[in-house]
């Protein structure tokens, strides 16, 4: 089982477990299982009763012969065979006992007839010339059965004192007692029950003492979700490889402007890349640049403290040597009818079903080809139907049909979305709906709100529109962009680890070819790296009306 275990860990099927000792003695089996910070022990020993003989399964086919055909019984049909065959035991074994009760009440009667006449019985057997002349002798004269008269022949002269006279007509009561309790069991089957549940609990008491082993459901019928609360999760993931969860409660709602809270701890040289929101119940699809899918569930990613870096990557999924995450896809279920569209840095788009990516192996699988010198960007769902909306780092967007883009196989290389120039380069996408807005932001943490409307149905593979304004000494380039609803909060990020949250009001709604407001405040050499929207926060909605004009610095809750 050890040597199961390390196995598993080098080939990162569990990556919970940072020890493994054997302390078995004399005493007993002793294993010691140290567990990584964070980890969750209720997971991991399920994962070890799952894979390992630290708990064993077998199967039982209860096949027998009933009424001479071989049969397989299930648990119920087998205890119904069971107490059929103790009924028949039962009455079988009552009926041979009363037999033999009734030939002893039978021999017994004799006896106690002879006793009672014993000076005529002594005449008789001392006028006969022979046993079997006295044998017939007292079966005319006191009406005996042939069995009884023998009985009385057989007697020893010692049974003729008053002691043992009364030991036999004692017995003969108790005998006459016992045939009927015995006849009243062949005569009444509750009877027969009476006995079986007698007889069973008299092996219990006798031999019955703890049980062994213990009856559960199999480790494979137990859902390890049933015991991982469901809950919202900011999941942030940086160009280190370095990826963690929190509670997306721990971020609280701040005004446009504020400075932000830190989110993670990176390190130096390293930045925060890519942040959303997911259930802990959901699946994580981890494309990488290099056209790979790998999955994860949310509750697989470690929780860490709001400042600490996160678990390398590589040691929940096996990414290649030049391999790193481009995009992430939270989804609650491999269904039909839905469809993944990608989108490369040179513009190329494809559409696969869903359900192509259900079964990813754990070194990966293909999601789509990358031409050399390319790589993946960004992913998205879509029910059909919907548009596509791309957005260039040189602040141009183009909007055309999914239906543009016919679906493809998995292996598929895809086809042209946009047209671009050849210092352009695609930095997102996203399935625009009606009545929703684009948020585009700049590196220098401007940003702004545009209607999905402003965005005009183009044929795909066009130049675009204008996006964004782009000044560089300002603003800078696209840094990403975002579909809200308004009713939402967004979170930003930069490249230091800062998070801001700030209402989706707060970025204002203006038009496409602007370049839009500072939405939050970045030291020199900071730049911004992700946004996220996640459901509102109202917790300070009361605080924040009567604190419109103060400073805005936020307020967290403070670390444990």
């Not at 119920?76 to 035991?89: C, D, G, H, N, W």
């Not at 204008?466 to 962009?481: E, H, T």
Request: overall charge negative; charged content about 30%.
């Amino acid at each position: 089982m050890i040597e199961k275990i390390s196995e598993l860990v080098k080939d990162k099927r569990i990556t919970g477990i940072s020890d493994l000792r054997d302390e078995s003695d004399r005493e007993g089996i002793r294993v010691v299982i140290d567990l990584k910070r964070d980890e969750n022990s209720s997971v991991i020993l399920n994962q070890l009763y799952k894979h390992t003989q630290m708990e064993s399964t077998f199967g039982i086919i209860m096949l027998a012969i009933e009424n001479g055909q071989p049969y397989v019984f299930n648990l119920i049909e087998v205890l119904k065979s069971f107490i059929e065959f103790r009924k028949i035991v039962i009455v079988r074994r009552t009926t041979f006992e009363v037999n033999k009760a009734r030939e002893r009440a039978h021999i017994l009667e004799g006896l106690i007839i002879a006793l009672n006449n014993i000076d005529e019985v002594v005449a008789v057997i001392k006028a006969s010339k022979s046993p079997q002349e006295a044998a017939a002798a007292l079966c005319s004269r006191f009406s005996l059965t042939d069995i009884q008269a023998r009985a009385i022949l057989d007697m020893r002269l010692q049974r003729l004192t008053g002691l043992e006279q009364s030991k036999i007509k004692e017995e003969f009561d108790a005998i006459l007692k016992e045939i009927e309790r015995l006849q009243g069991i062949l005569d009444d089957p509750q009877k027969v029950l009476e006995v079986i549940i007698s007889e069973t609990e008299e092996i219990i008491e006798r031999y019955g003492d703890e049980r062994r082993t213990e009856i559960v459901a199999s480790s494979e019928d137990i859902n390890i979700e049933d015991m991982i609360a469901e809950e919202d999760m900011v999941v942030t993931y940086s160009q280190g490889g370095y990826i963690k969860r929190n509670p997306s409660s721990l971020y609280r709602t701040q005004r446009r402007g504020g400075r932000g809270k830190v989110g993670m701890m990176t390190k130096e040289e390293d930045v925060v890349e890519k942040l959303f929101i997911a259930s802990t119940h959901d699946y994580v699809l981890i494309f990488t640049n290099a056209g790979r899918l790998y999955w994860l569930k949310v509750y697989q990613i470690p929780q860490a403290g709001r400042m600490a870096k996160g678990k390398p990557i590589v040691n929940l999924i096996n990414l290649g040597p030049e391999e790193r995450v481009a995009a992430v896809l939270p989804v609650r279920s491999f269904e039909e009818g839905q469809a993944v569209i990608m989108a490369t840095r040179a513009g190329i788009v494809k559409k696969t079903d869903l359900s192509a990516y259900s079964n990813p192996r754990s070194g990966g699988i293909i999601a789509l080809t990358i031409d050399e010198g390319d790589e993946l960007v960004d992913v998205k769902l879509t029910g059909g139907g919907q548009d596509v909306f791309l957005a260039t780092r040189q602040g141009k967007a183009i909007r055309f049909h999914e239906d543009d883009i016919r679906t493809m196989g998995r292996t598929a290389r895809g086809v042209k979305g946009i047209s671009m120039d050849e210092d352009d380069v695609v930095i997102g996408m996203d399935i625009p709906r009606e009545g929703n807005a684009i948020i585009t932001v700049s590196e220098k943490g401007y940003g702004k709100r545009t209607a999905v409307s402003e965005y005009r149905l183009q044929s795909r593979g066009g130049k675009g529109t204008i996006n964004l304004r782009i000044i560089p000494s300002k603003g800078g380039l696209v840094a990403g962009i975002l579909q809200v609803t308004g009713e939402e909060d967004l979170l930003l990020m930069s490249n230091s680890g800062k998070i801001i949250r700030m209402k989706i009001e707060d970025v204002p709604l203006i038009h496409r070819s602007t370049q839009g407001v500072k939405l939050i405040e970045l030291d020199a050499e900071e730049q911004l790296v992700g946004m996220t929207s996640a459901e509102r926060d109202t917790r300070e909605e009361e605080e924040n009306v009567s604190e419109e004009n103060e400073p805005t610095d936020p307020v967290f809750p403070e670390e444990d």
